[in-house]
């Protein structure tokens, strides 16, 4: 079953299970002008059924090509939806010259599946890419990626606790440096998040794993 056409394919498709058959879905969407933004429908008959596919933000980022970089989706015990995504932004620069471009990762989430949360830029230095959330169950949000910073790639952790407004407050800090390190993905054990990711060259690397404690500290 076709749930929709014009995904921008190169870009990771993300999926999330919910109680009571719900099934959610993200994904880079072409839309017309080549603007390739976040889309997200949702089932609640086990996948049976979608909805009509609603944007997430307006980013509108015009490319001629695939990023191949998606976005990232997590469910929490309350059922509402967090999201994270790269984008290109335009940072301010000099007076008198045009704002230089720039990848930054952006956090949204929706209660209901039909809305989202206006974006919030999560921290980061260098160039994001490959960004992983999940959610812990008392509504904490852990989230990794890897960011090209002088010279190097490595790994970086933001985490926070959770938000009565629905904007969560992200508090960054290395999990890998000293050596490349990419592609993390994390998940949540008992009060802890678990990262695991890829370090060394493509001649020789290794899997490397880290445990943050629901405190924040350790790994």
């Known amino acids: 079953m076709a749930v ?34 976040m889309a997200f429908t949702m089932s609640r008959d086990g996948g049976r059924t979608f909805a009509e596919p609603i944007r997430v933000s307006e ?30 932004v335009k940072e301010s620069s000099a007076p008198g010259t045009q704002p230089a471009e720039a990848i930054a990762l952006f956090y949204a989430s929706s209660s209901n599946g039909r809305t989202f949360t ?31 910073n002088k010279g190097t790639r490595r790994v ?8 009565a407004d629905g904007f969560p407050r992200f508090r960054r800090e290395l999990l890998a440096q000293g050596g490349p390190a ?8 008992g009060g802890d998040a678990i990262a695991a990711w890829t370090s060394g060259t493509s001649a020789e690397s290794s899997i490397l794993i880290g445990r943050m404690s629901a405190a924040g500290g350790g790994r």
């Open 4 to 37: 929709t056409g014009g995904v921008c394919y190169c870009c990771k498709t993300a999926l999330e299970v919910g109680s009571g058959g719900s099934v959610y879905a993200i994904w880079r969407h072409v839309y017309p002008g080549n603007l390739r933004d």
């Open 59 to 88: 980013d509108q980022w015009v490319l001629e090509g695939c990023p191949d970089d998606g976005p990232t989706m997590a469910v929490d015990a309350q059922q509402r939806i967090h999201v994270v995504w790269p984008t290109l």
């Open 118 to 148: 206006k974006r919030q830029r999560v921290p980061t230095e260098g160039l994001p890419h490959h960004p992983r959330i999940a959610a812990s169950s008392d509504g904490s949000l852990t989230v990794v990626w890897d960011e090209l």
């Open 156 to 163: 970086v952790v933001a985490r926070s606790t959770p938000a």
């Open 182 to 189: 990419v592609y993390p993905v994390v998940a949540v054990a």
